[in-house]
């Protein structure tokens, strides 16, 4: 498989700042990728450097095969980019700025522009000063999905939407991967990446902490149990992968590594189960542990 | 007006710099025209020689104004006072509208009107801090020519009619920001007032008594002119731009309580729901047509004022037998009429350069308003991006001297009936353009080479400005001269092409610079 990103070791300080700090990256072509992690973890920083808009101190990245500092103008040909925060020129329409950035990127689908406009009820004739910030927003997503371009860049598209037009923004995504094209998706929403995301990359100051499926991620995590058992449980808490046991006479509440459920539910088992509940790892529980770890 | 005093501080916090640089500028070449003048002239014979040369050159009339009284601080009064108020102005209107239209225009004014702070705070706290700081600098100035033993009263009938401008033109922008929905347009609306206010003082005083010196009343600046400090002191006239202040700022505020926040008095209209911007230029094209045009159509108005006023320098000298007398001495009435073009054809050409400075600041605002990023995120190169709008400093500052030397030319052409008078004035006036290519190289080297310091541009701009205009009078050593562009291309009617030639190399050696760097360095904020 092929990857339309490959970034390895790159370092971005500013001044005294290590905004990125020796992050790996992978994308492959084909699949919506989530990028994850806390505000200032880096993650527009190491967009604007796979965009050639800033130049990264060491390291290297390829972007669909080239050089992105290097390769700018061939490259952009055949990307689209929607930053996280959209800023209009005042006096042109939301029209003239999807139509100035489709024909800057070489001619944008007509029949596609008129259609996304209706999907996201967007007006094209406002003003650029006058759209809120889900409008902008909007309009910099149609210009980006009109266009006829192999990779997505999209730095946190969502912000701003209500849950009626993010439901249209995940079905266009969808489209977009159903026709073979790449997705690079920084998100905050858990949900959105549930829905969309093929592999994901957890950052955290500067570095990809994690990076695979979410099921992949998930083996990664705990799961919460709490039993009611016959007889109280002996050396439960010496048991590898056991985490926060509470012992309340027969009831036993526990987290335990995803790998380590199999001993652990043998040494329950042993001691007589009467009832017992057990919750897999929710995203919000994944991604907690990695974002609050950062602190 | 709840919170009003919140926001002077937030205001004065946010301008902790700037104001105390303006005040301190304005306040030190007070202090510096006046201990030159003094060197200068020291004798009253050489004052009194330099009253009837003043008085009777067009070309002194129409750029400082009459000279009434001989005593140092008369002297004072005419070489500083209109540019004092000039700068004044520019100093209250600047402040006006980054605290007014542009705040609203970046949402901060919802953010901040959203507590407990009053309808009309933000305009109250803008009027105060911009009124404020032009009478203390008024103020200041008064106090520095007392510290050299000049008349208090006198002092402070300058200083107060140089205030009186600032405190006019508070009023002026603090109206126009409730105009238009962008702070640009507003700063443009109030510059053109300021522009015309000059220029109503220049057409009335330039021809002396015979010519039409009631213009001078219509003019913020003109009443300065009619205070007469260190003369007959007249405090009344004060009244006049006291009232102005009061009934712009009243008008404002009743505005105010008319718009919503965000909005202009021109409402936005819907527009063309598909594009016909094709590309880089397209975009620099509609987004500096505008100013491009304002300014060509001022300059032009500019050129044709002075064209109009060059003919009665020759008038004034012929009516006159004792002026006649030194005037030949210096080379006869067509000497002094050349003398006068050069005067103006150097002040149209430094007057050139705050728009191309502006035309290449562009880019810098462009930038840090996030603008520039999804435009360079697609095939758009970076040279082709900073050439889109550098094109509108180099061509476009050509196209504006152009309309500055046809509008000098077609009118004193017409006055004197020599058609020739176009192509020579035409010329003389585009042949300051080397210079101001420099003045917009070295803005453009700055947004390669320092980005965060781009706004150093108008230091440039302001320094070429005192040097050239001020420097001669203030007796500046040659070095000093040099420092400005301007000061190299040759005095009308000499139209030598050399400096031209090195002065267009030095820009191109600046704009390549200022290329080759921000093609190596990062986008910032």
């Known amino acids: 498989m092929t990857s339309a990103i490959s970034v390895s070791g790159l370092v971005k300080t500013f001044g005294s700042t290590r905004a990125l700090d020796g992050l790996d990256l992978d994308v492959r072509t084909g699949e919506v990728h989530g990028f994850l992690g806390p505000n200032g973890a880096g993650k527009s920083t190491a967009i604007r450097v796979l965009l050639g808009l800033l130049r990264a101190d060491s390291g290297t990245a390829r972007l669909l095969g080239g050089d992105p500092w290097k390769d700018t103008a061939t490259l952009h040909r055949r990307l689209a980019y929607v930053p996280g925060d959209v800023s209009l020129w005042p006096n042109l329409t939301g029209g003239e700025v999807i139509d100035l950035l489709g024909r800057l990127r070489g001619g944008l689908d007509r029949a596609r522009r008129e259609e996304l406009l209706e999907r996201f009820e967007l007006d094209p004739r406002k003003k650029g000063r006058t759209y809120s910030k889900g409008n902008r927003q909007k309009v910099a997503l149609v210009a980006a999905l009109a266009s006829d371009v192999e990779l997505l860049v999209l730095d946190e598209p969502t912000s701003g939407l209500d849950p009626l037009m993010e439901a249209v923004f995940q079905a266009c995504v969808r489209e977009e991967r159903d026709r073979g094209r790449t997705v690079l998706l920084s998100s905050h929403i858990l949900a959105e990446v549930e829905a969309l995301c093929d592999r994901v990359s957890i950052i955290r100051a500067g570095r990809v902490v994690e990076t695979g499926t979410l099921a992949d991620l998930r083996h990664l995590t705990r799961t919460s149990i709490s039993a009611e058992l016959v007889s109280p449980p002996d050396g439960l808490a010496s048991l590898d992968g056991v985490h926060d046991l509470v012992a309340e006479g027969h009831r036993v509440r526990f987290e335990v590594d995803s790998d380590r459920i199999g001993p652990v539910l043998a040494r329950l088992v042993a001691a007589g189960v009467r009832t017992l509940t057990s919750q897999p790892p929710t995203l919000e529980e994944l991604f907690l542990r990695h974002y609050q770890d950062a602190r | ?525």
């Open chain 2, 1 to 525: 007006m709840i919170g009003t005093l919140h926001l002077v501080r937030l205001a004065l916090r946010r301008d902790r710099v700037l104001l105390p640089v303006w005040v301190f500028f304005l306040v030190a070449l007070t202090y510096s025209t006046a201990t030159a003048l003094d060197e200068l002239y020291a004798t009253p014979e050489s004052r009194v020689q330099l009253s009837v040369t003043a008085n009777a050159n067009s070309a002194f009339l129409a750029m400082l104004g009459p000279l009434h009284d001989t005593s140092l601080g008369g002297l004072v009064v005419w070489r500083w006072g209109v540019f004092g108020g000039l700068f004044i102005a520019i100093m209250a209107l600047l402040v006006v509208t980054r605290h007014t239209r542009a705040e609203e225009e970046a949402g901060r004014t919802e953010l901040v009107g959203a507590t407990v702070v009053g309808r009309h705070a933000p305009l109250a706290a803008a009027v105060v801090v911009a009124g404020g700081a032009s009478l203390l600098a008024g103020v200041l100035q008064a106090v520095a020519l007392i510290a050299l033993g000049l008349d208090a009263s006198g002092s402070f009938a300058f200083g107060l009619a140089t205030a009186s401008v600032g405190l006019v033109f508070t009023g002026v922008s603090a109206f126009t920001a409730q105009l238009p929905e962008n702070s640009r347009v507003s700063n443009a609306i109030a510059g053109a007032v300021l522009g015309v206010t000059y220029l109503l003082r220049a057409a009335g005083d330039a021809a002396g008594e015979a010519g039409p010196a009631w213009l001078t009343w219509l003019s913020p600046i003109g009443w300065t002119e009619h205070v007469r400090a260190f003369g007959d002191d007249r405090y009344g006239v004060l009244v006049l731009p006291l009232v102005t202040f009061a009934v712009l700022v009243g008008v404002s505020a009743f505005v105010v309580t008319r718009r919503d926040v965000g909005r202009g008095l021109f409402a936005a209209r819907p527009g063309p729901a598909r594009g016909t911007i094709g590309g880089p230029s397209g975009l620099a094209w509609r987004l500096q047509r505008g100013s491009l045009a304002g300014w060509s159509l001022a300059l032009f108005a500019a050129g044709a004022i002075y064209g109009s006023v060059a003919g009665a320098v020759g008038q004034m000298v012929e009516e006159n037998p004792a002026l006649a007398r030194i005037v030949q001495r210096i080379g006869g009435a067509d000497a002094m009429v050349d003398a006068f073009f050069a005067t103006v054809t150097q002040l149209l050409g430094l007057v050139s350069s705050i728009y191309l400075v502006q035309a290449v600041l562009r880019l810098r605002s462009e930038e840090t308003s996030l603008r520039a990023e999804p435009l360079l995120a697609t095939p758009v190169s970076r040279t082709g991006w900073v050439a889109s709008h550098a094109v509108f400093a180099l061509a476009g500052g050509a196209v504006v001297l152009a309309c500055a030397g046809l509008g000098l030319g077609l009118v004193h052409g017409l006055r004197t009936g020599d058609p020739g008078a176009v192509p020579r004035l035409l010329g003389a006036v585009l042949v300051q353009l080397p210079a101001a290519w420099v003045v917009a190289g070295v803005a453009l080297a700055l947004f390669g080479l320092v980005p965060r310091f781009t706004g150093a541009s108008w230091a440039v701009v302001a320094g070429s400005l005192v040097i050239t205009l001020l420097g001669p009078a203030l007796d500046l050593g040659r070095w000093v001269l040099d420092l400005s562009p301007f000061s190299h291309v040759p005095r009308y009617p000499d139209v030598t092409l050399g400096p031209a030639a090195w002065l267009t190399a030095v820009a191109l050696v600046l704009l390549a610079a200022g290329l080759a760097a921000f093609r190596r360095r990062d986008l910032t904020t």
